[in-house]
T-cell receptor, first 111, second 115 residues
C-alpha cells in the first residue's frame, strides 16, 4: 500500500518568513494530495490540495508543489503569521485506496 | 468550517466494554470515512461508505469493530469489546462523490480512553 513520509517533524520560523514542509509518497497510482492543519485539541482542518494533473497550486499565502517523477510534494506557507502555528499533515491517495497520511509537522511561528 | 458533527467528544470505557460513537456527515455528502489517530499522530483507515454501502474496510474493523451509515440516521462506529490499544481519537470525515476526489472534511473527533 501507499506510504507517505513527512520529512520535517518540527519547523520553527520567524514571523514573516516562509515555512516549507516536504512529503514523499511511494505509490505512482496516487493522484490526490491534500494538506490538513490541526491545532492543539482540535480536529483536522482542510487547507489546500493538489491533483496530479497540475504541478502547482496557490491559495492566498499557501503554495503546493507536486513533482510526480520524484513522487514528492510540498507545502509552502509564505509570510507566516502566529496563527499558522499548528501541526500540518500531508496525505496522498486516490479513489481506490483512500488517503494515507504523514506523521505531521509541528510548525511554530515566533516573533 | 467543517459541518461534520461527531458525538460524543469524549468517551471513557473499561476494557471489554462496548464503545459507540456517531457521525453526521455534511449535508449532501454521500461518502463517509472513519480514521483512528493515535497519540503518535499515526492515522489508521478503518472503513468508508458511499451512501449506505461499505466501500472498503480493514481486517481489524471486520473483527471487533462494526460501522454503519443508515439512511436518515447518523453513521456510527462501534467497538464491541474495547481494548487499551483502542484508546485514540476517532475521526469521521465526509466528502462529495469520492470518485471525483472531492475534499474530505473532518469532524471534531471522538476521543476514546479505554481504562
Amino acid at each position: 500500500g501507499e506510504k507517505v513520509e513527512q520529512h520535517e517533524s518540527t519547523l520553527s520560523v520567524r514571523e514573516g518568513d516562509s515555512a516549507v514542509i516536504n512529503c514523499t509518497y511511494t505509490d505512482t497510482a496516487s493522484s490526490y494530495f491534500p494538506w490538513y492543519k490541526q491545532e492543539a485539541g482540535k480536529s483536522l482542518h482542510f487547507v489546500i490540495d493538489i491533483r496530479s494533473n497540475v504541478d502547482r497550486k496557490q491559495s492566498q499565502r499557501l503554495i503546493v508543489l507536486l513533482d510526480k517523477k520524484a513522487k514528492r510534494f510540498s507545502l509552502h506557507i509564505t509570510a507566516t503569521q502566529p496563527e499558522d502555528s499548528a501541526i500540518y499533515f500531508c496525505a496522498a491517495g486516490n479513489y481506490a485506496q483512500g488517503l494515507t497520511f504523514g506523521l505531521g509537522t509541528r510548525v511554530s511561528v515566533f516573533p | 468550517n467543517s459541518k461534520v458533527i461527531q458525538t460524543p467528544r469524549y468517551l471513557v470505557k473499561g476494557q471489554g466494554q462496548k464503545a459507540k460513537m456517531r457521525c453526521i456527515p455534511e449535508k449532501g455528502h454521500p461518502v463517509v470515512f472513519w480514521y483512528q489517530q493515535n497519540k503518535n499522530n499515526e492515522f489508521k483507515f478503518l472503513i468508508n461508505f458511499q451512501n449506505q454501502e461499505v466501500l472498503q474496510q480493514i481486517d481489524m474493523t471486520e473483527k471487533r469493530f462494526s460501522a454503519e451509515c443508515p439512511s436518515n440516521s447518523p453513521c456510527s462506529l462501534e467497538i464491541q469489546s474495547s481494548e487499551a490499544g483502542d484508546s485514540a481519537l476517532y475521526l469521521c470525515a465526509s466528502s462529495g462523490d469520492w470518485g471525483s476526489q472531492n475534499t474530505l472534511y473532518f469532524g471534531a473527533g471522538t476521543r476514546l480512553s479505554v481504562l
